[in-house]
């Protein structure tokens, strides 16, 4: 699926301005007059960023960021004010935008702003990809399994993990080949990695 610019500004002048620089760079655009227009038609499945304005009457940008906050993978923000409003600038940065750029936007700093968006984008996307996997899997355990699970990931020798579950080694044995086989890997460096990034630890 194409990468997708979002235009959200209630100025009609600067989203044509905008829409037409980013298609020049080869980027598709979308454009929308305010933030309830957007939230209407978006698809969070669309891979993407948006360039959004700052202030807006009723519903404005801070707002907006909080609602795609909700969401997952969220959506890289960079940020366009008129008003030169640092202070609601700096909110919007700590909230996780991407970047604060003053009107009239300059196009280098735009189109640069958006390099680090997309960027920003692949890495959450595919950090939830793998999040799935994983969860696909791991729902095929057992509760004992996910156990001997987190031991494994953890380092934990067979007989270690027999000792503190208070079993035998050849059960947990057993049970680490059926941890392998259910969570299609081959070896414990494999299950580490699929663990690292899915971004979960062992379970308490």
């Known amino acids: 699926m194409d990468f997708v610019t979002f235009l959200v500004d209630d100025d009609s002048g600067v989203l044509k301005a905008l829409a037409r620089l980013l298609r020049a760079a080869g980027y598709e655009t979308r454009a ?8 209407a038609a978006y698809d969070p499945a669309i891979p993407g960023c948006i360039i959004l304005d700052l202030t807006m009457p009723g519903f404005d940008g801070l707002s907006l960021q909080q609602e795609l906050a909700r969401r997952h993978p969220a959506l890289p923000i960079v940020f366009l004010t008129g008003t030169g409003d ?3 600038g700096v909110q919007a940065m700590k909230a996780g935008a991407v970047d604060f750029l003053t009107k009239p936007v300059d196009s280098a700093a735009l189109l640069e702003a958006v390099v680090r968006a997309r960027a920003k984008d692949e890495k959450a996307r595919g950090e939830q990809t793998d999040k799935e996997v994983f969860d696909r899997l791991i729902a095929r355990l057992t509760p004992r399994e996910r156990q001997v699970l987190d031991y494994v990931v953890l380092g934990r020798l067979n007989k270690q993990i027999a000792a503190t579950l208070g079993t035998v080694e050849k059960t947990i044995k057993v049970h ?29």
């Open 32 to 39: 929308y007059a305010s933030p309830q227009d957007f939230l």
């Open 86 to 88: 640092i202070a609601r």
């Open 176 to 204: 680490r080949g059926r941890v392998m086989a259910k969570m299609e890997v081959r070896s414990v460096a494999e299950l580490v990695r699929l663990t690292e990034r899915a971004g979960v630890g062992p379970a308490e």
